[in-house]
């Protein structure tokens, strides 16, 4: 009874008005046989026993604050979270609110989201965003409906990297599987060395997407201009997937023509959690925006003659548009679409460059002095931001099991996804990693015999 | 409500006028979705509609529609400027919202006069 | 010009202001990547934090809540949000663990995720349970997808008809819809419960199968649920539940039990986790013993057996036979839905659990009792943990919209309205167990007073809410001009 704030007395009382002599006699409808079963379950603790318990569970765990040196990114990353973030999170007034369906009493949760919105625009460069999705591989999964919906099914190839992230492209699979697409460019074969141009001779008059990951999934940055280029002319449409941290200093997904441009913004202000729940952001072009799934939040007055916001476009949407609508998609993840507003209003223009900066020198770092050990080295040679590809003298999952045994997270092991890249790892550095901690790891690999 | 006498109506709220192939949908139908925000014409000139295919899809603030052809015939035009300014479809739906050109076009069976559909609508009102 | 309430992030910075700053580099400086690949401009606010904090401090209380008050939303379930799952979801051995640690760093995370997948499966009665699915809807699209594959698999290629009640979430057709399923409407009969004569007539061996909430959206317990099951199955349709309205279930029915072959279950309305102003969720699917290994990949289990002793089994990843993939990154909401849920359901055991269920019965009839005679109550019989009345009245230009708008005045949120679609000015009440009888008497009082001034003072109704920091809002503007963003990126040189 522990949130059930109703006395004996009281239920009686209610019983008497509703016209029944017991709780039990509320389920007459429900099939005799099967009413009221007895649950196997644990009995009910009290809160201090919870708290406990939940205490020891969590720290049967190795986490990559207290415990370990972690170089593992692969679409999630391990950044510093300002104090104020969560401070704002745990507001009632935010986490407990519901979806803002009644404008009066939620400007707070649609102006937040609304700037998340601007937010997101500023930083990707594209006309648009909405209230954000699932994650950063539902959100490209998205993108390729919103290009199945634009094309009204009459384009069905889509044309995929495959140094994008291989679950976002398992995702994608997932999705699609029922709509007949004709998929090109990630087979097992494909050349991980070529650049985005391989990607040209397969985008063709029947394609709809090409999808492209910014850095991709081994942390090169591409210049995708004249990819994007090229698609244009053949009618097609581009969605780059982005890291947002990354977009802090690299020219925008949108100033190389991009249509779509989608990612995981976990990195901004979003713990690890073990992978969830995180953020999916969703930007493109005003022209899409009918065809975009997802919440929507625009500008308006109320009749007070007051700014406000609403919730706009919902005929869009499933609640309206049914089995006609581009997706079923009915949440967002607002409050962490509110989490990273606060991350990116805490740190601002000077923080955000801050953290940039230091992903990418840490990452530099990193990668030259490992390049000194023997046998080690970098496995491409493009410009790369906070993640690179690390090749080993043997195979990654023996390196990790090595570098586990010194405390240390060595990285991703490539070989899982990429047959060809069995003694590879992705490295993923932030601004949490410490010289000290890079010069630890140089120094234990240095010693693998 | 305005239901043009010269037209042919449908069940779906869409009208057909013979004489020119235009279809378009109808005064009662545009008060019943009220401000319309979006128009995509879904079929090119010059292609072939059966009456009951799907030609646009229109969203207002509070609700969605598909239009239907109400008659068979090949696309002769479309309203191309629609799209900029679905606000059209509220202030002028028998003449500049109007949507395709079908002509030459057969009326579908299911077409009805304006008296017929007049009762129709009333029937439907609350 | 419009008056501004509080302006935007964009509008309160100021050039040179600074933040929440980070440390000096302690390593070499290189340089950065050529010119041509990076960002010439920047256009992000800046802020000291005190800034940051008034102005969102400022926009929380624009916000209605659970934690301010009573939230009887329709068919979301706004339960209050107990504190110590804020606590226990933020440990830092579940806020510093990354999805791809060695399984072996990570055994406490794995163990909670597969006592809560085996503590779902108990409570729904179902063989089978997936934690991935991020939301209700997305749990929904899982669900159909394992439904289409189930019937792939058996080569039954004819099947692309989904039964779907008229009283249905959108997201049930939508969900179809994705997989270019056609959508047949079933009606409900007078008592609020499926058609049985339609659904029959429905039934052919094109159906993949029916998407049920029960209770539905009328809040009514389909009286004839164990044929309605039978029926689908025997033209060799699935039964998809959507688990929506679970809060009404607990320890009183396992769906699976009902012969219900796939659910989703909202943990984010049945199982505490709070709604964050719309998400995020997490919807977990349980399945029946024949769409087991059509589960999405992967799935937690136990993949070294312990030795009942000292050896604790080992928990890890593994993929069903035929899984239908992947359908999000990484192991599904996690910290944010998984932990909370664990917590909350550790603190009700069975006993509990049917509490939950049996308080939230009760408010919702107490309720409807208290409003009877001044609404019209259109499926009138003993609801579940939700019921549907109408907001208008005779002789009167009243709807529900005004109803739910002078709500507000009194300081109560609105219903949802205007759904179930089936229910003339719907007004969907779910008060949820975790409200006190003074508060339901003061709602239920609140509601019977406008019901008079709708009589005696009608523009009072359509021109509230009055006493709310905003009115009434401009949608028709806001959706054709469609200012989507503030400070767009090519008007950042102006505003500098």
Redo the contacts between chains.
């Keep these: 009874m522990t949130y059930i704030p109703i006395s004996p007395n009281e239920r009686d009382a209610m019983l008497k008005t509703v016209g029944v002599k017991s709780l039990d006699d509320l389920f007459d409808a429900i099939p005799k046989k099967h009413r009221f079963p007895e649950l196997d379950l644990p009995p009910a603790l009290t809160e201090m026993e919870a708290a406990s318990l939940l205490g020891e569970m969590a720290s049967t765990n190795e986490n990559v604050r207290e415990h370990m040196i972690s170089f593992l990114g692969a679409g999630a990353y391990n950044h510093y979270v300002p104090a104020v973030v969560d401070h704002m999170l745990r507001r009632g007034e935010f986490y407990t609110a519901y979806t803002p369906y009644q404008p009066e009493i939620s400007q707070g949760t649609l102006q937040a989201i609304f700037e998340y919105q601007s937010l997101m625009t500023n930083l990707t460069g594209m006309e648009v965003s909405n209230a954000s999705h699932y994650d950063g591989a539902t959100a490209t999964a998205e993108a390729v409906n919103l290009a199945y919906a634009q094309f009204r099914g009459k384009r069905k190839k889509i044309v995929m990297s495959p140094s994008v992230h291989p679950q976002y492209r398992e995702v994608i699979r997932t999705y699609t599987q029922s709509l007949g697409l004709v998929e090109a460019g990630d087979e097992v074969s494909a050349d991980l060395e070529a650049g985005p141009e391989a990607l040209m001779s397969l985008t063709d008059e029947s394609t709809m997407l090409v999808v492209v990951q910014y850095p991709d999934f081994f942390g090169r940055i591409h210049d995708y201009t004249k990819l994007i280029e090229d698609a244009h002319a053949k009618g097609a449409l581009v969605c780059i997937v982005a890291n947002p941290t990354a977009l802090l200093m690299l020219k925008t997904p949108a100033s190389m023509g991009a249509d779509i441009v989608v990612g995981e913004a976990q990195p901004f202000g979003i713990p690890l959690w073990y992978g969830g729940p995180y953020l999916g952001f969703f930007t493109t072009k005003k022209s899409y925006v009918h065809k975009m799934a997802g919440r929507l939040i625009g500008e308006t007055v109320d009749n007070r003659g007051q700014r406000s916001y609403v919730l706009t476009l919902t005929a869009r949407e499933q609640h309206i548009k049914r089995e006609r609508a581009t997706s079923n998609i009915c949440s967002n993840q607002g409050l962490l679409a509110l989490a990273s507003a606060v991350y990116m209003s805490a740190l601002g223009k000077t923080g955000l460059q801050q953290v940039a900066n230091l992903c990418y020198q840490k990452a530099h770092y990193a990668a030259s002095e490992l390049s000194k050990i023997d046998g080690f080295g970098l496995c491409f040679s493009e410009p790369f931001f906070h993640e690179f590809v690390l090749c080993c003298p043997k195979p990654a999952s023996e390196v990790n099991a090595y570098l586990l045994e010194h405390g240390i997270f060595g990285g991703y092991d490539l070989g899982k996804d990429y047959p060809s890249l069995e003694n590879h790892i992705l490295m993923a550095f932030t601004e949490m990693n410490s010289k000290q901690e890079i010069d630890t790891l140089v120094e234990v690999l240095k010693e693998m015999e | 409500m305005n239901t043009p006498t010269n037209l042919k109506y449908t069940k779906s709220d869409e009208w057909f006028d013979a004489a020119s192939g235009a279809v378009g949908i109808t005064d009662f139908a545009q008060s019943q979705l009220s401000d319309i925000v979006f128009v995509e014409l879904l079929v090119e000139e010059g292609e072939e509609v059966t009456v009951g295919k799907a030609i646009a899809s229109v969203e207002s603030v509070k609700a969605s529609a598909e239009i239907y052809a109400p008659a068979s015939g090949k696309v002769s035009a479309v309203n191309k400027g629609l799209s900029d300014k679905p606000e059209t479809l509220n202030s002028d739906p028998f003449g500049e919202g109007w949507m395709i050109k079908i002509e030459g076009g057969t009326a579908g069976d299911n077409t009805m006069d304006s008296t017929a559909y007049e009762a129709d609508c009333a029937g439907r009102a609350h | 010009m419009?008056?501004?309430?509080?302006p935007?992030?964009?509008e309160l910075?100021s050039p040179g202001?600074?933040?929440?700053?980070?440390?000096a580099?302690?390593?070499?400086?290189?340089a950065?990547?050529?010119k041509?690949?990076?960002?010439?401009e920047?256009?992000?606010?800046?802020?000291a934090?005190v800034d940051?904090?008034r102005?969102?401090?400022k926009?929380?209380?624009?916000?209605?809540?659970?934690?301010?008050g009573f939230?009887p939303?329709g068919s979301?379930t706004?339960?209050?949000?107990?504190k110590?799952n804020?606590?226990?979801c933020?440990?830092?051995?579940?806020?510093?663990?990354?999805?791809?640690?060695?399984i072996e760093?990570?055994?406490?995370?794995l163990?909670?995720m597969y006592e809560l997948q085996e503590?779902l499966k108990?409570?729904s009665?179902f063989a089978g349970m997936t934690l991935q699915p991020?939301?209700?809807?997305?749990g929904?699209?899982t669900g159909v997808?394992m439904m289409?594959a189930y019937h792939k698999s058996r080569n039954d290629s004819k099947r692309t008809k989904m039964l779907i009640p008229d009283a249905a979430?959108?997201?049930n057709?939508?969900?179809?819809?994705?997989?270019?399923?056609?959508?047949v409407t079933i009606p409900s009969d007078e008592r609020g419960n499926v058609d049985l004569k339609a659904l029959a007539a429905a039934c052919d061996d094109t159906v993949v199968g029916m998407m049920l909430t029960n209770p539905n959206t009328l809040g009514?317990?389909?009286?004839h649920?164990?044929e309605v099951v039978a029926l689908v199955h025997k033209c060799g349709g699935l039964m998809y539940g959507d688990g929506a309205n679970l809060n009404a279930l607990l320890?009183?029915?396992?769906p699976g039990?009902?012969g219900f072959d796939v659910m989703h279950i909202n943990l984010?309305k049945t199982f505490?986790v709070?709604?964050?102003?719309?998400?995020?969720?997490?919807g977990p699917v349980g399945v029946s013993e024949r769409l087991l290994d059509f589960l999405?990949s992967p799935l937690v289990g136990i993949v070294e057996e312990g030795d009942g002793d000292d050896m604790a089994p080992l928990y890890g990843f593994v993929t069903p036979k035929h899984s239908?993939?992947?359908?999000?990154?990484?192991?599904?909401?996690?910290?944010?839905?998984l932990?909370r849920a664990?917590?909350y359901?550790?603190?009700?055991?069975?006993?509990?659990?049917?509490?939950?269920s049996?308080?939230a019965?009760?408010?919702a009839?107490?309720l409807?009792?208290?409003l009877r005679g001044t609404y019209k109550i259109p499926y009138d019989?003993?609801c579940m943990h939700e019921f549907v009345a109408e907001g208008s009245f005779e002789g009167s230009d009243v709807r529900a919209l005004d109803i739910?708008?002078r709500l507000?005045d009194y300081n109560f949120?609105?219903p949802t309205n205007y759904?179930p679609l089936i229910v003339?000015e719907a007004l969907m009440i779910e008060p949820t167990?975790?409200?006190?009888?003074d508060t339901l008497d003061r709602f239920a009082d609140a509601l019977i007073k406008i019901a008079e001034e709708a009589k005696t003072q009608p523009e009072l109704l359509h021109?509230a809410?009055h006493i709310?920091?905003?009115?009434?809002?401009?949608?028709?503007?806001?959706?054709?001009?469609?200012?989507?963003?503030?400070?767009?990126?090519e008007n950042?040189e102006t505003l500098t």
Aim: net charge negative; glycine share 10%.
């Design positions: 419009a008056t501004i309430m509080e935007t992030i964009f910075s202001r600074t933040g929440v700053t980070m440390p580099s302690d390593v070499p400086e290189v950065l990547p050529p041509d690949l990076l960002r010439s920047f256009p992000l606010p800046e802020l934090e940051v904090v102005h969102y401090m926009l929380s209380k624009f916000n209605y809540s659970v934690d301010e939230y939303l979301c706004m339960k209050y949000n107990p110590i804020e606590d226990t933020r440990l830092p051995g579940f806020l510093y663990t990354h999805p791809l640690q060695p760093t990570v055994q406490g995370n163990v909670l503590w108990e409570i009665g991020a939301a209700g809807a997305h929904e699209f997808l289409a979430h959108g997201t057709p939508a969900s179809a819809g994705m997989l270019g399923m056609s959508v009514m317990f389909d009286e649920i164990e320890g009183i029915v396992r039990d009902l984010h505490s709070p709604h964050g102003g719309g998400g995020p969720g997490s999405p239908i993939g992947r359908m999000k990154a990484f192991h599904g909401h996690f910290g944010g839905g932990v664990y917590t359901i550790s603190m009700h055991g069975p006993d509990g659990l049917k509490d939950i049996q308080y019965v009760l408010n009839n107490y409807q009792a208290r019989r003993i739910a708008k507000m949120h609105p759904f003339h167990e975790t409200e006190n009888k021109n809410p709310t920091p905003f009115g009434r809002m401009d949608e028709v503007k806001a959706a054709r001009e469609l200012v989507l963003c503030c400070w767009l990126p950042y």
